[in-house]
Structure formats: structure tokens, C-alpha cells
């Protein structure tokens, strides 16, 4: 892994510490990322899940995108899940829904592995 990539990883494990986070390296000097049980509100059954995403080796300049959850997700009120959602798709051997919400204004210093996911999660809870 590229140090931009491993020092992207230090931050993840650090704002999201109690939670398991398991790290592959990937050929080009990536990693493939997976959060485990991230809450992600009283809507869904069950209200926590995994994340997983590719930090590409153009990192920080790419935007880590998309992210992946557990396919088993549902919502309480039984709607679909809706825009910005699709799948089931396999992510990295597991069953998977694919969530795209691209940085269309990426800024480096901003938009980092960290808060992109924290958006991305605060973006599902709101759904």
C-alpha cells in the first residue's frame, strides 16, 4: 500500500474506534476496506452494518467510491431502499448493495476516506 493509503486507514481505524475494521491490499497499492457494525438508524432491519470500499491508489485524489453494505438491509416500513441504492450485487465475495454518492467537487484536503464515509453513512440514515 502507498503511505497515502495506509495513513487514510490510521484515520478510519481512529474515528471509527470500537468498531473491527479489515484492511486487503489490493496490486496497484489500494487496500479494500471493510467497517463492521456501523449503526445506521431505527429504520432498517438490522439498524448496523458493514461498509466496505476501495481506497484507490490514486487516493487522495479519487474519490472513494462507491460503497457497499450488506444486502440483507431492509427498511422497517418495507419501501424500497430507493436512488442512490442498487443491487443485489456481490461485493468482494459477499452479498452486497452498491451505494453511489460521488464528491462531485472532490477537494483532497476535505474530502478524505474518514468523512466521505461518515457522510455516506449519514446519507443512509436519512434515506
Known sequence: MIAEVEHAIEDIKAAFDGHRVDV???SQGGAYVVVHDLPISDKYVPTKTWFGFLITFQYPRADI???FVDAQI???DGRPHGAGFSGPTQWRGRAALQIS????RLNPSVDTATTKLAKVIE???QQ
Do not use: A, F, G, I
Open 24 to 26: 486487503e491490499s489490493e
Open 65 to 67: 467510491y462507491p460503497h
Open 74 to 76: 431492509r427498511r422497517l
Open 101 to 104: 454518492r460521488r464528491s462531485n
Open 123 to 125: 446519507w443512509v440514515k
